[in-house]
């Protein structure tokens, strides 16, 4: 592998080009005078030079666009804060094997979408015995003791069945981001939880595509995951935290 450059572009046909394609849409007509707005909204992209390779109407009014162009941006690597896995990824087998060793029970798992949040297929795909990219999901894993509660969970609900059964981790799902809807209803969940629990309170996971894993100190969680997440990303992570809960040293 070489080492990665210092300065980058996007590339297109030729190494550095510059070339993006982007998509959005308008609220204007579909005509000359949308594409118009469109290469003009590129140039201030950024885009240039830029050309409309798509566009189509959306009902009278609006105008979907496909919009092709290279940047005139520079990206500097030693400006990319980004969160990266700290922790090795495990087979089931050693995740079993961690659970058993530090907690000598079941580890309990409660999870579900919160607000008004009916999107279960994310939690599902972490959740589910059948799993996700080829990957089986928690409810396979011998030592974890899996509760999912599903879509639109109230957070007191949440607390009180966490509390219930002894959770050690709780994780949410929020896909919809309308108004910030999955930011409020995390930090709400976050809240309560520190008011029912205090230092007690089990590990808490949000999840879903919009979030940025840089949130989970705004949102008060321990760990933000995205999209693409995978069961095992997820289970290897709970060995981890146990870990550094029971034995900080390690
Ligand atoms: C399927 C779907 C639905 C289904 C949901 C069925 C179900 N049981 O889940 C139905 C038809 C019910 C639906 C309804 C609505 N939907 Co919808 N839906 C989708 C769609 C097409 C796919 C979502 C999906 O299943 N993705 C597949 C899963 C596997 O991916 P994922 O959710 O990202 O999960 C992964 C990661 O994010 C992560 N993850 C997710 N959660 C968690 C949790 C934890 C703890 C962890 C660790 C990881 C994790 O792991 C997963 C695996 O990698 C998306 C568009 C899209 N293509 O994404 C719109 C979309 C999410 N829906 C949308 C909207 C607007 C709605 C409605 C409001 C529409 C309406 N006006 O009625 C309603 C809202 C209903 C409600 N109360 O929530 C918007 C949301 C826009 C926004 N900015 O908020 C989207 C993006 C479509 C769009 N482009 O407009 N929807």
Known sequence: MTAEPRHVRPYGDTSGD???????????????????????????????????????????????????????????????????????????????????????????????????????????????????????????????????????VTVPELVKRARTEKADAVLVSQVVTQRDAHILNTREMSAAFREAMGARRPLLIAGGPRFDPRMAGDLGVDRVFGRGTTPGEVASYLAHAITVRKEPAA
Request: proline share 6%.
């Open 18 to 152: 510059g070339m993006v394609q982007t998509s959005f849409t308008l609220p204007v007509p579909h005509g000359p005078r949308a594409e118009g707005a469109a290469l003009l909204l590129a140039a201030k992209m950024g885009m240039d030079p830029a050309m409309v390779v798509h566009s189509h109407a959306i009902g009278p009014d609006f105008t979907f666009f496909v919009v092709y162009g290279s940047v005139t941006h520079i990206v500097d690597m030693a400006d990319v804060h980004v969160v990266e896995r700290e922790y090795p990824l495990l087979p089931p087998g050693e995740v079993n094997t961690a659970v058993k060793r530090l907690l000598r029970r079941k580890l309990v798992v409660v999870g579900a979408c919160i607000g008004t949040d009916a999107h279960t297929v994310g939690i599902d795909a972490i959740l589910n015995i059948k799993g996700f990219a080829g990957e089986k999901g928690l409810e396979y894993y011998r030592e974890l003791r899996v509760v999912n509660l599903g879509a639109q």
